[in-house]
């Protein structure tokens, strides 16, 4: 058998290896004097749009811009800290952005590439100051180096924010407003409910919705507003309410009333958390061993016939699957929580599905949302529609 030593406080026989130095070839498509001679003219015409909006319509006095890096510099390591920091903003988030670059020294390139664009803010006052600031820079510092980054400059505006074309019908939007770092979510709101209340439209803020650096959250009122509504300087984002496909279930043919017995065991686990988020279930119903919590979205609404036929046939579906005749049901693989988002008033479904999310302070393994057709969903893997329903104490179903 082979010696093997130990060696202790073997740690005293290392040393450290520098890494290599780095070597900055980078070549970069414009000049500090390049960059300013594009951009603050850009910057200045930014600095009037912003000028014009009403105090209203900017909380804290603060305004967005809109910073398109050149493609080049879409690494994070060449995001502009320096600059925007000595400038007073501050970034509220970015989106891929397509355009044609002034100049590119990059061999492969093509004519329109992807780039970042950043969204910052900061007070009209620093705004203000950004072209003399940015004329002032001194070319080797670190700020203007960030600065020869920047292609495109521009203040947010209503075309931004409003898409599409919400006037197409409907009086309910979504909206997304920016949440500032250093602010907490309450400034946000209600200066934007304040905001929004001069310009006709009513923000429901039971359904909002927070998402990283951004609240999503129901307004209603008229389409021809929204413009207005638009120059909120922290919104980011004004579109119809995403709605849920709630046209009531068409019959391809008359149900089949097929005997089948329910299993008796319970489910294989309890671990999941899955959340069928759908019409609702009836008063009566053979799944009650099967569902952990049942609630309604809207307790005010009635229920609609249609959509409760549908909801248990979804959380049917997913429970048992497509059911043999004359068979016992195949035992579940979990429990189910059962959130009823479409009823008689269903106007935000969207928000409203989304905030069931995590209906037990963490994400559900599977959320099934109303659909018109079950057979579709995908990763259910649902061959067939099993339906179970109260028949004389008798379960039953139809495919």
């Not at 004004?238 to 008359?254: C, D, E, G, I, K």
């Not at 046939?313 to 497509?322: D, K, N």
Request: charged share 20%.
């Amino acid at each position: 058998m082979a010696n093997r030593f130990i060696i202790g406080k073997g740690e005293l026989l290392t040393y450290d290896i520098p890494p290599p130095p780095m070597r900055n070839n980078k070549v970069h498509p414009y000049s500090l004097i390049e960059a300013q001679a594009a951009v603050v003219p850009q910057l200045i015409k930014a600095v009037q749009d912003v000028k014009s909006l009403p105090p209203e319509a900017c909380p804290l006095d603060l305004a967005v811009l809109k910073l398109d890096l050149h493609p080049a510099y879409i690494a994070k390591s060449f995001f502009p800290r320096a600059f925007l920091r000595e400038a007073g903003l501050v970034s509220l988030g970015s989106r891929t952005v397509k355009l044609s670059p002034r100049t590119d020294h990059r061999i492969t390139a093509p004519d329109i590439c992807e780039t970042t664009e950043l969204f910052v803010a900061g007070p009209r006052a620093a705004l203000a100051r950004l072209p003399d600031y940015a004329m002032q820079l001194q070319d080797g510092t670190t700020a203007a180096m960030q600065f020869r980054e920047v292609e495109n400059v521009s203040a947010m505006t209503a075309l931004d924010r409003v898409r599409p074309n919400p006037a197409s019908g409907g009086r309910v939007f979504e909206v997304g407003l920016h949440r500032l770092p250093d602010q907490s979510l309450d400034v946000v709101r209600r200066a934007f409910t304040g905001y929004a209340k001069a310009c006709g439209f009513v923000v429901n803020t039971k359904y909002e919705f927070p998402v990283g650096g951004m609240l999503f959250l129901a307004v209603e009122g008229d389409p021809s507003g929204l413009d207005a509504l638009a120059m909120f300087t922290l919104l980011r984002v004004v579109r119809p309410m995403p709605a849920v496909r709630s046209a009531r279930p068409l019959a391809r043919s008359s149900p089949i009333a097929v005997s089948f017995r329910m299993p008796t065991a319970q489910s294989l686990s309890d671990e999941p958390s899955v959340a069928i988020l759908d019409g609702g279930l009836p008063d009566q119903h053979i799944l009650q061993r099967y569902i952990g919590r049942y609630e309604k979205s809207d307790a005010a609404a009635a229920d609609v016939p249609d959509y409760l036929e549908h909801g248990l046939g979804v959380t049917s579906a997913f429970l048992f699957g497509p059911i043999e005749p004359g068979t016992e049901a195949p035992r579940p693989y979990s429990y189910v929580d059962h959130y009823r988002v479409l009823d008689a008033h269903s106007n935000h479904e969207g928000l409203r599905t989304l905030s069931h999310a995590g209906p037990r302070g963490r994400d559900p393994a599977v959320a099934s949302v109303p659909v018109h057709e079950p057979q579709s969903w995908p990763g259910l893997a649902i061959r067939g529609f099993g339906r179970a329903c109260l028949d004389g104490g008798a379960g039953h179903a139809s495919q």
